[in-house]
């Protein structure tokens, strides 16, 4: 009973006793899960919702979510004191603050909870919020690692949690049309999808931090947590863009942006899962802090269709989406026997292949508009539905792009069985597809089984 939380020079005893007076010094609030028959909440009462990792897209997350008449904030969790206090400031009527972010999934008055820590914790803190029984928003990229992307949808599902992932470009208008006219067939069979994020760094990336040690109000062991501890840094703590340099901790740029533009294609095309992931690259250009690649070409073979991947940081030409001066652009070109479909967050183009594109005209529009993805996440909460973005539904964008950094630390070819759901013939390409957690983390092996 005295195992020492990591990041923390207190006991368990300690903890427990921590815990047990937030229900005390919180203002009460009735779970929305204690109000409806068999777990669902009533419709007209509030969720009770906390956030774990307020820094970037967490607190954007946090202000959608809390401006609902529906949303009360009772909760809190960042490492770092000055991004924390500030928040729960801003909800003092209702909300307390925290370091580590199992205090928070202790409490029985919290319904659900955003996570929004960087990538490296995204899996493990998913899965303890679904043991607690708390349902999930959680930051893309969903995980890191094909284990962790298996474990984070096994746990979503044996404890019956509401998930959404935070791609929400997949609520804009311009998607449902595109995923209209490619389902709509007037393109014929597509064989070909690529997608592509550029951009230009310069020479020096990132830069380079100062040696020096972490700032006070930062707990830089609990920042770290399962993934390797290394000296502060102020670039990889600052936030989403620059830590996307670092591959131990996000993966690099592929997981960092892909989840946006690879959502189009599963979504248009019902992708289920690659059985063959092709990917090379490397930091070839770019310097200044950080390991992760520059240059990414990634191919997966689904069956029927080829879809690709390029990313580069060292040069941001981008087709019919745009040059000359450095910019970050994106975009995704749908090959079809009949036409063409170019498209981009806010792009939907047809070019005919002449004359067998034998109607142009856009399809009627079917798919219905999004309330907003947190909003949506917020009504699922209620009616016990699953989002769009479920994780259900994500771990198909998201396995893809955990193979991908699998395939480029092996440097060969991975082939997956979607039956088993294990990577076959390479047993250094499966021992790489798990994480090692630093401990005393340890990655829960039990969530590989299906529920």
Known sequence: MTEAIPGAKRSRRDFIKTAAATAVAVPTVVPASALGRGGTPAPSERIALGA??????????????????????????DVA???????????????????DYRELLARSDVDAVIIATPPHWHALIAIDACKAGKDIYLQKPMTLYPDETLAVRNAVNKHRRISQVGTQIHATENYRRVVEWIRSGKLGPISVVRTFNVMNQGPEGIGYAPKEDPPPGVDWDMWCGPAPKCPFNRLLFADAYYHSSFFRYSGGWTPGMAPHIVDLPVWALDLGVPTLTSCTGGRYVIKGDGDAPDTQEVIWRYPGVTMTWAMSCCNSFAFDFGRGTPARRLGIYFHGLNGTLIADYGRCEIVPEGELLKDSEAPPKSIPPSPGHEREWLDCIKS???PSCSVNYHWKVDLPLTLANVAYTVGRDVRFDPRTEKIVGDREAARAARPVYRAPWKFPEEYLRKP
Request: net charge positive; with cysteine; proline share 4%.
């Open 384 to 386: 016990r539905q699953e």
């Open 52 to 77: 774990i990792g307020v820094n970037g897209m967490g607190r954007a997350n946090l202000k959608a979510c809390a401006s609902e008449p529906d949303v009360v904030v009772v909760g809190i969790c």
């Open 81 to 99: 004191a000055s991004r924390r206090d500030p928040v729960v400031e801003g909800f003092k009527a209702t909300a307390r603050g925290y370091n």
